[in-house]
């Protein structure tokens, strides 16, 4: 991604944020203000759903972005890591090029083994007073 490209990104960010956190607090909004800024939450939800769906449609091939948006149908949570994970590598600059469908297999592994649950089982037996036991 080119860097004109990231500071046009910055750029809207900070003047979303800047938006958002406008000089009135809560509690002196009015009614009509509060569905005011409940429609631009939603603009600015959309707004970054695009930037998303933008910088994935730049760092993934064909193959590759139909296998994360099949995964999003399944596992909703990994996909979205993944896709944090790509952004924020696309960010760093630390993508060469296209992630083809292999390459998001490999990610696809890491992010499972970071996520990965370790199951435990602990058993608590209950101390009943038992005629086996020596008294002391």
């Not at 631009?40 to 998303?52: D, I, S």
């Not at 910088?55 to 994360?68: F, G």
């Not at 696809?108 to 008294?135: A, G, P």
């Amino acid at each position: 991604m080119a860097d004109d490209e990231l500071e046009a990104i910055r750029r809207q960010r900070m003047a979303e944020l800047q938006s958002k956190h406008g000089s009135l607090s809560w509690n002196q909004m009015s009614p009509v203000d509060s569905s005011n800024d409940q429609q631009g939450q939603q603009e600015a939800k959309q707004k970054e759903t695009e930037m998303r769906n933008s910088i994935l449609a730049q760092v993934l091939d064909q193959s590759a972005r139909a296998r994360l948006s099949n995964l999003a149908l399944v596992k909703p949570e990994k996909a979205k890591a993944v896709e944090n994970y790509l952004i924020q590598m696309a960010r760093m600059g630390q993508l060469g090029g296209k992630i083809s469908e292999t390459g998001l297999i490999d990610i696809l592994e890491k992010v499972s083994q970071q996520t990965e649950k370790k199951t435990t089982v602990k058993f608590n037996r209950r101390k009943v007073m038992d005629s086996d036991e020596d008294d002391d």
